[in-house]
């Protein structure tokens, strides 16, 4: 397997995966190995929301505005510059 390297390494951080490792009874580098493949797997991680429900609230605002019209906002920006 590859090893890695990561320098630089804020103390806060390195304390709180230290504090993490310790609740699930697992040595620093365990825990590490855990969070980089929870990461690698997670879905939120790389698209940084989870998708999912970002389609679910787009197709409840789809929903709730279905047939309504609304006004023109670049009309109220024109007026309100106006002021």
Known sequence: MAQILVEN???AILEKIEILAKQHGRSLQEEL???LQQAA????YHTGGDMAK???????????Y???TFSDSAELLREDRQR
């Open 33 to 35: 190995k855990y969070i």
């Open 66 to 68: 279905a047939g309504r």
């Open 41 to 44: 797997e997670n879905e939120v």
């Open 54 to 64: 970002a389609r679910e609230a787009v197709a409840r605002a789809q929903e709730r």
């Open 9 to 11: 390494i804020d103390p």
